[in-house]
């Protein structure tokens, strides 16, 4: 189950609740979005992202990655440039922009209904988005992982983890346009309920940050 986030125990405290949504929506903006993960440590996630990818991705020229909430893609090029890389988000702002790489192919569709057939991708990617998903969306996203990976595929999982002992990672989830961060059990639980985990990695951040490797068989 995702984290109730705290209006710092204040009841009724609609104009904290009003600027926190105005933040989200200016956050959330593709280019606003770029430069405040470049300030939260897009360069360190990225370096520990490129050897999982480097681990997971088949070693084939076709391939086909299914970045899911793929927002503005800013880990395409980690992967082989010569794939297909389908960036599926509901943000219809997303569809709008340009692909420097040419190498996109941007849907509007969300985790819980991804307009693609079955045992498409070598790999589905999700970063960041989870914490974007109620429960119910959330485990929904994770039959559709199951449902696009080819049989030996792989997903690729990372989010910020709901720790509360650490104030700043508090802080930083209040700002946060997503309101169900989870622990790192839960989502570890939820992902090794459909999936078959390979591997987990962790690293800090502003938040935790836990990084997954799933295969489509369930054991
Ligand atoms: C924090 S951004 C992460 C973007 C990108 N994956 C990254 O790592 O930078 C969250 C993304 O999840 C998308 N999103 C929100 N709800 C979603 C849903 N139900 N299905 C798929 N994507 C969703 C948002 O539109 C946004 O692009």
């Known amino acids: 189950m995702s984290a109730r986030l705290p209006y710092w125990g204040v009841k009724g405290f609609s104009s904290v609740s009003r600027s926190r949504s105005a933040f989200a929506r200016v956050a ?22 490129a050897p999982v990818v480097a681990r997971v ?16 893609a800013p880990y ?9 890389y389908y960036v599926v988000d509901p943000d219809e702002r997303v569809a709008d922009l340009t692909d420097d790489t040419g ?4 849907l509007t569709g969300a985790a819980e209904r ?3 057939g079955d045992a498409t991708a070598d ?5 960041a988005v989870s914490h974007h ?9 994770l039959v559709e992982v199951r449902r696009l990976l080819k049989p030996d595929g792989a997903f690729l999982f990372l989010d910020g983890v ?4 650490r104030w700043v990672s508090r802080v930083g989830w209040f700002a946060d346009g997503g309101r169900h961060p989870r622990s790192t059990e839960t989502l570890e639980g939820d992902i090794g309920d459909v999936l078959t985990i390979e591997s987990v990695d962790r690293l800090t951040l502003l938040h935790d940050v836990v990084i997954v490797v799933a295969r489509g068989e369930r054991v």
């Open 57 to 72: 991705a088949s070693p084939v020229d076709d391939g086909t990655v299914v970045d899911v909430g793929g927002g503005v």
């Open 103 to 106: 190498t996109i192919r941007r």
């Open 133 to 141: 998903l109620d429960d119910a969306t959330w485990e929904a996203s």
């Open 162 to 165: 709901w720790n509360p002992r």
């Open 114 to 116: 991804v307009p693609l």
């Open 123 to 127: 790999n589905v990617f999700m970063s």
């Open 28 to 49: 959330s903006n593709p280019l606003v979005y770029r430069a405040h993960t470049a300030l939260l440590g897009r360069a360190r996630l990225e370096a520990a992202i």
């Open 76 to 84: 395409r090029s980690l992967w082989p440039p010569s794939w297909t």
